[in-house]
C-alpha cells in the first residue's frame, strides 16, 4: 500500500491527479522532502509533536505529511529559535513534508484582547500574557523560518453565524492579505504557499472569494471556515458550492475537518487535503474509532471484555490489548491510554484515507464508501455474552 | 549483553549465584515465565502500567520482571477481575515474571482512615473512599489472583523517627504475618513469597527479624522499610547491619530503592534487586539520569542546545532527540516529554544494571563503582558556547 509514496524528488512542488470517480480525485503531490497521497489526512502536531505518539509511529502508520501550528511554535518555542535549531523537521524529527497553518484561527480561538486591523491583528500570548503582532508578511517569515513545505495565508475567519455584511467584511480582508502573503512568499519552487477560500455560509460570497483566489494561480487552495459548529449538511453545501470554482489542477484542502463520515463525504465532494485534532484529542479522552463506528472506552460494558478494539486491525493498539484493559487504563487516567488510543485513532484514520485511495484508483468509491458507511451504522460488537 | 537471559525454565523458583565480588553477588533466578538476572532493578508499573511506556519497549530495555502494585490492583481494576480476565500477565501483556507487593505500604501511605489489628489492616480507598479489609491471608490470595510470580508478606512498615517500643511492636506484627502469609502461600514450586524484614533504624530489631524470618525458610527475602526519607549513610548501615543475618543463597530484595547511587552502594553491600518509581516518575517530571548524573530538562540551558543527552547512548530517546526539543516540551507539557524521559531513565537504569552485573563477573565492580560515580561527580556536559 506504500508503494506510491516514496518518489524521487523533483525538486518542485508538483500536484499530479492520477484517477478521478465522481467528484473524487486520487492524486498525489510531490515536493523536495517526499510525495503526498491524496486524499490525505494530516495528523496535526501542534507544538512539534503529535501529541502521545513518536513520531517514528506516525509515520509508519502512512501519514506523509503532518500539521504543525503556527500559533503555537511561534510564542513556544518561538520561531526564530526553531530556525537557530535547524527548523522545525530537525527539531521535531521529522524529515518529511510539514504543512503550518498561518497561526490566524488560533490567534482568534486561543489569544486573549486581540485586535484587527487592515494591517494585521494584535494579540497577547495565552501562554505568558505577552503582546504580538502579526500581519501577513510576518506569518508567511514565521512559516518559513519553521521551514514549512507547505505554508497558509493569514485569514480571518469569523463565528458563524455573522450577518452577510460582516462575512464579507473578513472574506475581504483574506483576499487582501492572500495576495500580501503571496508577495511575501515569492519563488519557491519546492514549497507552496495555499491561499483560503472564506465567505462563511454564504455562496456568493464563497464563490467570489475562491474566484479572485484562483486568479492569484496559488499552488493550493483551502476552504476555511467551516466545521466550526454548523451542520454537516452546511458544510456539505459549502463544498458543492465552492467546488467548481476552485482550479481542477490543484490539491484542495478543507481544513480542521474532520470525522470520519465527514472526510468521506469530502472527498467525495471533490477534497483532496484534511487535518483534524479528532484521532489525537479523542484519544487522548477514552474515543477509539473504529471501522464499527466510535467507541467510548470509559464505558462499563468493556470492564471485563478481553476482546481487542479490532481483531483485523494491523495496528497493535486495535488489534493487541483488549477492551478491559484499555478501559482500565483509561479510568486510571494512565498515560498509556492515551497512546494507545491516539495510536489507534491515527491508524483508523491513515486505513480510511488507503481505502479511499484504493477505492478511487479503482472507480468504486460510491460502493466503498457504502460499505463503510454500513459498517459504522452497524455500530460496535455486540456485548461479550 | 542479553544472553544470559532466556533459560529453560525448570517449573521451580530457583536462585543461582553465578559469581562474588566482595559482598556483591551476581546472580540469576530462574522461573517458569523467564528468568531474572540480577541485581536487578524492576520498573514500577503501579496500576498494570509502566507509566507513559509500552511494555514492547520496557522489555527491549532488558528489564526481566517488573513490579505491580497490589494496593492499586486490588481497588482498580480489582483482583477478581484482574483474574477473571487470565491474570496480570495477560491483562497487561507481560508474559514474564512480574512481583506484586503485598498492598500494605501503599495502605499505610495512600488510604484514609485506616486501622491496623492483630488480624489485619481495615482501610479505605483512595480512589472511591470504599471499605477494604486487608489480612496476611487477603494480601496472598488477591496476588494469587493477580497470578504474581514473587509476592510479598504484608507487613506494618511505620515511618520513622519513631520509639524503639513502637518498631519493635511492628516488627513482631510482621514477623507473624509472614507465618500467616507462607502459610496461606503454601506450596507453589514455580513461584515464591518473600519475607520483609523490619526494625526501622535499630539495628538490634533489625537482625531479629531477619534471624526470625530465616528461620522460615522462604524463598527470598527483602529489607523493608528504608529509603523513607533517613540519609542514605543510615540506610547503608542497615543493610550492612543486616545482611550477616540474611542467608547467602536466597535473593536479597530493598524495596523502594532508589537513586543510582543508593543502588550502586547496595549492590556492593550484597543486595539483588530494587524497585522504585524514580526514573519513571521523574521521567513525567522533566529529570533525565545520565551517566552524566541527573539532568533538569526544564533548565533554560538546554533551550537551544541541539545535542542529545547522551550521544553514546543505543537508548532512541537519549540519542537521537535534542535537549532543546526535550526543554520544550517538558516546557510546553506534552506527553511526548514524559515518554521519552521515562525511556531514557529506564534504559539508564538498566544499562546501570548490566554495567554492575559485567564488572562484578569479573570481580572489578569496586574500580567500575568508581569510575561510575567519578561521571556522576564531574556532571553533565558544560554547556554550549
Known sequence: MNLDREQTPSGQFFFTKLAEDGAARRGRIDMPRGSIRTPAFMPVGTAGTVKAMYL?????????????????????????????LGGLHDFA??????????????????????????EGVTFQSHVDGTKHFMSPERSIEIQGLLDSDIQMQLDECIALPAEEKEI????????RWAERCKAAFGDQPGKAMFGIIQGGDNARLRIESAEALAALDLKGYAIGGLAVGEPQNVMFDMIETVIPSMPKDRPRYLMGVG????????????????????????????????????????????????RPLDEESDCAAARDYS??????????????????????????????????????????????????RAAWAKGDLPPRS
Not at 324 to 345: I, Q
Request: include cysteine; aromatic fraction near 6%.
Open 56 to 84: 517514528d509511529q506516525v509515520r509508519d502508520l502512512g501519514a506523509d505529511i503532518i500539521l504543525g501550528n503556527t500559533y503555537h511554535l511561534m510564542l513556544r518555542p518561538g520561531a526564530e529559535r526553531v530556525a537557530r
Open 168 to 175: 464579507g467584511r473578513a472574506m475581504e480582508l483574506s483576499l
Open 259 to 306: 470525522t470520519p463520515d465527514d472526510i468521506l463525504g469530502s472527498v467525495q465532494r471533490g477534497v483532496d487535503m484534511f487535518d483534524c485534532v479528532m484521532p489525537t484529542r479523542a484519544g487522548r479522552h477514552g474515543l477509539a474509532f473504529t471501522r464499527h463506528g466510535k467507541i467510548n472506552l470509559k464505558n462499563a460494558r468493556h470492564a471485563e471484555d478481553d
Open 93 to 118: 524529527r521529522w524529515p518529511y513534508p510539514i504543512l503550518t497553518d498561518s497561526g490566524g484561527f488560533q490567534v482568534m480561538s486561543l489569544s486573549g484582547l486581540r485586535k484587527i486591523t487592515e
Open 323 to 372: 477492551r478491559a484493559y484499555l478501559h482500565h487504563l483509561v479510568r486510571a487516567g494512565e498515560p498509556l491510554a492515551g497512546m494507545l488510543l491516539t495510536w489507534n485513532n491515527l491508524a483508523y484514520y491513515q486505513q480510511l484515507m488507503a481505502g479511499i485511495r484504493a477505492a478511487i484508483s479503482e472507480a468504486r468509491l460510491q460502493e466503498h464508501a457504502e460499505k463503510v
